[in-house]
């Protein structure tokens, strides 16, 4: 990664945590986040000193942060937050590789961002457990994960039926058939995804709450015990141990907090994820596979024959590229890069299937 590359994540890094900060209710949680600001301020501040760039540089945040920073208007700062920590690994190669070059000291920190999240929460004069499990939920936010999977869905269904388009015009020259094909590959296409999601949501559902039932049995059955292997997950995290006792004490006063937060940190399960609505998941995945795939078919609903399919590969070209840049929110590459990879993946699978098609439709008619 170039310095510059460097310099810019980290402008934006702290640019996206003071956003966050300013759109956060939490004051303690608020507090993490302006002084994590600071820290990738400080990050940008040295690679711009570094590289002998100006450090007004460090107020001017790209394009890619101020799409994310709208995203977070429109849909809330926690799909922001699910973003951000994606870009946590090439920030801490870049700090690494930074020191390396310097010869100084690798401290550790570098690669663990949620480490030096917790320690700042450890240093608040007025942390309380509530505290440390509400920012915990904050920082595994699915929010990053959901954008992701929009896009995704999206270009699942409009590869998959560029591609079923493609073959029946090739072997119908786009003629009689080809919107039925499109129609049904979209129909099917966004059934099987509806479907698949909702035995995935339903299975993981059954199978945690499981797992929690049998949680609750243990605290029920051995409450000092399971007390302690809370205060023990704390200490294990860095946390005093006089404070860690302090902590699981506290939320033992409620055995229903005290399930809630066992479940998090000893499972790894989010009670709040699992009262998501299956149904509602197999009906987001439905429409978007269903928002790419009806790409390709537009078209051919006004047209036919060799225009249509001229049409069609214009429109699934501009999808494909649109995706493209999408996918640069979460990877950092250059959106002309992404893009144009995109739309050359899809063009290649689609020219398969309509050569496929071509043949076959010679072979049918001769």
Same mark, same amino acid.
């Given at each position: 990664?170039?310095?510059?590359?460097?310099?810019?994540?980290?402008?934006?890094?702290?640019?996206?945590?003071?956003?966050?900060?300013?759109?956060?209710?939490?004051?303690?949680?608020?507090?993490?986040?302006?002084?994590?600001?600071?820290?990738?301020?400080?990050?940008?501040?040295?690679?711009? =000193?570094?590289?002998?760039?100006?450090?007004?540089? #460090?107020?001017?945040?790209?394009?890619?942060?101020?799409?994310?920073?709208?995203?977070?208007?429109?849909?809330?700062?926690?799909?922001?937050?699910?973003?951000?920590?994606?870009?946590? =690994?090439?920030?801490?190669?870049?700090?690494?590789?930074?020191?390396?070059?310097?010869?100084?000291?690798?401290?550790?920190?570098?690669?663990?961002?949620?480490?030096? #999240?917790?320690?700042?929460?450890?240093?608040?004069?007025?942390?309380?457990?509530?505290?440390?499990?509400?920012?915990?939920?904050?920082?595994?936010?699915?929010?990053?994960?959901?954008?992701?999977?929009?896009?995704?869905?999206?270009?699942?269904?409009?590869?998959?039926?560029?591609?079923?388009?493609?073959?029946?015009?090739?072997?119908?020259?786009?003629?009689?058939?080809?919107?039925?094909?499109?129609?049904?590959?979209?129909?099917?296409?966004?059934?099987?995804?509806?479907?698949?999601?909702?035995?995935?949501?339903?299975?993981?559902?059954?199978?945690?709450?499981?797992?929690?039932?049998?949680?609750?049995?243990?605290?029920?059955?051995?409450?000092?015990?399971?007390?302690?292997?809370?205060?023990?997950?704390? =200490?294990?995290?860095?946390?005093?141990?006089?404070?860690?006792?302090?902590?699981?004490?506290?939320?033992?006063?409620?055995?229903?907090?005290?399930?809630?937060?066992?479940?998090?940190?000893?499972?790894?399960?989010?009670?709040?994820?699992?009262?998501?609505?299956?149904?509602?998941?197999?009906?987001?995945?439905?429409?978007?596979?269903?928002?790419?795939?009806?790409?390709?078919?537009?078209?051919?609903?006004?047209?036919?024959?060799?225009?249509?399919?001229?049409?069609?590969?214009?429109?699934?070209?501009?999808?494909?590229?649109?995706?493209?840049?999408?996918?640069?929110?979460?990877?950092?590459?250059?959106?002309?890069?992404?893009?144009?990879?995109?739309?050359?993946?899809?063009?290649?699978?689609?020219?398969?299937?309509?050569?496929?098609?071509?043949?076959?439709?010679?072979?049918?008619?001769?």
């Amino acid at each position: 990664m170039s310095k510059n590359k460097n310099l810019q994540t980290e402008i934006d890094a702290s640019f996206l945590y003071g956003r966050l900060a300013d759109n956060e209710d939490d004051a303690v949680i608020a507090s993490v986040f302006r002084q994590m600001s600071e820290i990738e301020k400080g990050h940008a501040e040295a690679f711009a =000193k570094s590289g002998e760039k100006s450090a007004g540089m #460090l107020f001017r945040p790209s394009s890619r942060a101020r799409v994310l920073d709208l995203i977070g208007k429109i849909f809330g700062y926690n799909y922001v937050l699910g973003v951000l920590m994606d870009t946590e =690994k090439s920030i801490s190669g870049a700090l690494i590789a930074g020191r390396k070059t310097r010869k100084e000291a690798v401290t550790g920190s570098e690669t663990n961002h949620v480490k030096i #999240l917790r320690s700042i929460l450890e240093r608040q004069s007025n942390l309380e457990g509530r505290h440390l499990a509400k920012f915990e939920s904050r920082h595994r936010s699915v929010g990053g994960n959901a954008i992701r999977a929009a896009v995704l869905g999206g270009n699942d269904g409009l590869v998959s039926n560029f591609s079923l388009i493609m073959g029946v015009a090739g072997a119908t020259s786009g003629q009689g058939g080809v919107l039925l094909a499109g129609i049904s590959g979209m129909l099917a296409g966004g059934l099987s995804m509806a479907l698949g999601e909702w035995i995935s949501v339903k299975s993981s559902q059954e199978l945690y709450q499981n797992q929690m039932n049998l949680e609750m049995d243990e605290i029920e059955a051995n409450p000092e015990g399971e007390k302690k292997e809370l205060m023990l997950i704390y =200490k294990a995290k860095g946390i005093p141990e006089q404070q860690a006792r302090q902590m699981a004490e506290e939320i033992f006063n409620d055995r229903g907090r005290a399930h809630e937060v066992l479940v998090k940190e000893e499972l790894g399960i989010n009670a709040e994820e699992l009262k998501g609505s299956a149904i509602e998941a197999a009906i987001y995945s439905f429409v978007l596979f269903s928002a790419g795939a009806i790409i390709p078919v537009l078209p051919f609903l006004f047209s036919q024959g060799m225009k249509a399919i001229i049409i069609c590969v214009g429109l699934s070209a501009a999808g494909l590229f649109l995706i493209g840049a999408a996918i640069t929110l979460f990877t950092g590459r250059n959106v002309w890069y992404s893009g144009v990879r995109q739309v050359l993946f899809g063009i290649a699978a689609a020219a398969v299937t309509f050569g496929i098609g071509k043949l076959i439709g010679v072979s049918v008619t001769g």
